[in-house]
């Protein structure tokens, strides 16, 4: 994830106050949204290292096959990643 846990929750925190302050939402307990907001920021913003770690160990798996094909492994990198991000329907 580019930014830090911090960051995304000053981003939670402030994005939270401008929906309250528009009325655009209502909330009894404030911090528990700060919370979750701030929550799925960073499960959707640590998506492409999930996505990195996947790829990885399937190139693992398939290394020695990379080795005699003579693939390299930023090519074949970008490659699994394409395919992954299409496969979970992710933007990056």
């Known amino acids: 994830m580019i930014f830090s846990k911090d960051y995304?929750?000053?981003l939670a925190?402030?994005?939270v106050k401008h929906l309250v302050a528009q009325?655009?939402?209502?909330s009894e307990k404030?911090?528990?949204?700060?919370e979750r907001v701030?929550?799925?920021?960073?499960?959707e913003l640590s998506?492409?290292?999930?996505?990195n770690d996947e790829v990885r160990v399937i190139l693992?798996?398939?290394q020695e096959d990379m080795r005699r094909g003579g693939v390299?492994?930023?090519?074949m990198f970008k490659k699994v990643k394409q395919k992954l991000v299409n496969q979970y329907k992710a933007v990056l």
Request: charge should be negative; avoid cysteine; aromatic fraction near 6%.
């Open 8 to 10: 995304v929750g000053y």
């Open 47 to 51: 998506l492409e290292d999930r996505i």
């Open 23 to 26: 009325k655009m939402i209502q």
């Open 13 to 15: 925190r402030q994005t």
């Open 60 to 62: 693992e798996a398939i």
């Open 30 to 34: 404030p911090a528990i949204l700060d």
């Open 72 to 75: 390299s492994y930023p090519e």
């Open 38 to 43: 701030s929550a799925a920021m960073v499960d």
